[in-house]
């Protein structure tokens, strides 16, 4: 759980819900048709971009910018570097019943196990970290889609609400509601976009980094390992993935 996202996105809402409370009454900044401008026009034009299946399946990728389990570097590559000590004495067979939680790393294990070239080993599990990553960007290409959308749904909006109220200018009771659609559906697009969509594409764009900087790391180490460096040597290769802080820091403990 990375109470970062929750927090932010709480936070952010709260804010404004706290300056519209302050500075006003609160029912005035809700308007029906104004939400289902913004609401309903984002989702369906964002629809239209994507098929459905992908369209739904972003909001299950959603929940790794809240729910996400990221391995720190440092602990796979000492992982690693245990897995190198035991191929060098044991043999690269040995590392069959080797276990791990990482299922990428277990599925890279197993390919080394089974005495696959590292040609293969590579492409494979490349591949895999390839389609991987596309597959989320997709969830992030939607929110990204969400959060170009609603604030021009949000200027459609003001548009119609201008039309409503230059088109009744003689009946003054008519021109606060047209107005208040003019202006509210403008604030809805903007919340939608910058306080959830943006915040939350980019979240699942870090998600992403750090998967690939994470498989790519393992995807090195057993290709090292096939190759039958020396462990430390491993090590030390492997610590180029890591910042100089974090890879001083591992330099003093050792």
């Given at each position: ?55 739904l399946g972003a909001f299950k990728v959603a929940r790794r910018a809240f729910r996400y389990k990221s391995e720190e570097p440092r602990a796979l590559i000492d992982q690693t ?18 276990e791990v939680e990482n299922p990428f790393l277990q599925q890279g294990i197993q390919l080394v196990a089974d005495g696959h070239e590292p040609e293969l080993v590579k492409k ?77 594409a980019d979240k699942l764009a870090n998600r992403n980094a750090e998967e690939r900087l994470n498989r790519t790391l393992i995807l090195e180490g057993l290709l090292a390992i ?29």
């Open positions: 759980m990375d109470p970062a996202t929750l927090i932010g996105l709480i936070g952010a809402l709260g804010v404004i819900m706290a300056a519209v409370s302050i500075g006003g009454t609160p029912a005035t900044f809700i308007n029906v048709p104004s939400m289902l401008i913004v609401m309903g026009g984002t989702l369906m034009a964002t629809l239209i971009k994507f098929r459905l299946g992908e369209f570097v245990e897995l190198a000590q035991v191929a060098r004495k044991e043999g690269l067979l040995a590392l069959e019943s080797y494979v599990l490349g591949q895999e970290i390839d389609m991987t990553i596309e597959r989320n960007e997709r969830g992030e290409n939607v929110f990204r889609a969400i959060g170009d959308v609603a604030p021009a749904m949000g200027m459609i909006g003001t548009l119609i609400g201008l039309v409503e109220m230059l088109s009744n200018m003689e009946d003054p009771k008519k021109i606060g509601p047209a107005m208040a659609i003019a202006l509210l559906t403008t604030l809805y697009g903007a919340i939608i976009a910058n306080a959830i969509a943006l915040p939350i096939q190759e039958g460096l020396n462990p430390r040597v491993i090590g030390e290769l492997l610590k180029t993935y890591l910042p100089s802080k974090e890879r001083q820091e591992m330099e003093e403990a050792a």
